[in-house]
């Protein structure tokens, strides 16, 4: 997992993720956990029953991680609000990422710190 500053350029991050293999997908960050919990379950469209906690957040993105095919990139752009505002949340949701990004090495997990 890497974390960015502000000024990445989001367009040629993506386009290089893109160039070397990688599906990407994009999650815009949200100053509430609830917000984020719902920006992920939207972006990379979640069942029905994702439960909007982070036990389900690490569920689903687990499965999602071990029935891709190649290599993924998760983009969560925006991080800065959710850390500002719900540390603890901001917390769990990076050591989600930061498992997924170990356990499955096809994930990529890139969070952009603005």
């Given at each position: 997992?890497?974390?960015?500053?502000?000024?990445?350029?989001?367009?040629?991050?993506?386009?290089?993720?893109?160039?070397?293999?990688?599906?990407?997908?994009?999650?815009?960050?949200a100053a509430?956990?609830?917000?984020?919990?719902?920006?992920?379950?939207?972006?990379?469209?979640?069942?029905?029953?994702?439960?909007?906690?982070?036990?389900?957040?690490?569920?689903?993105?687990?499965?999602?991680?071990?029935?891709?095919?190649?290599?993924?990139?998760?983009?969560?752009?925006?991080?800065?609000?959710?850390?500002?505002?719900?540390?603890?949340?901001?917390?769990?949701?990076?050591?989600?990422?930061?498992?997924?990004s170990e356990?499955?090495?096809?994930?990529?997990?890139?969070?952009?710190?603005?």
């Amino acid at each position: 997992m890497r974390v960015l500053g502000g000024q990445v350029d989001l367009d040629g991050l993506i386009a290089d993720a893109v160039e070397e293999g990688r599906q990407v997908q994009v999650v815009r960050g949200a100053a509430t956990k609830a917000a984020t919990l719902e920006a992920f379950s939207q972006e990379l469209n979640f069942p029905e029953w994702f439960g909007m906690n982070l036990d389900a957040l690490a569920d689903c993105l687990d499965t999602l991680a071990r029935e891709s095919q190649g290599e993924w990139e998760i983009v969560w752009d925006g991080v800065a609000g959710l850390r500002r505002d719900d540390p603890r949340a901001a917390a769990g949701v990076e050591d989600i990422l930061r498992e997924l990004s170990e356990e499955h090495p096809r994930v990529h997990v890139t969070l952009i710190d603005r």
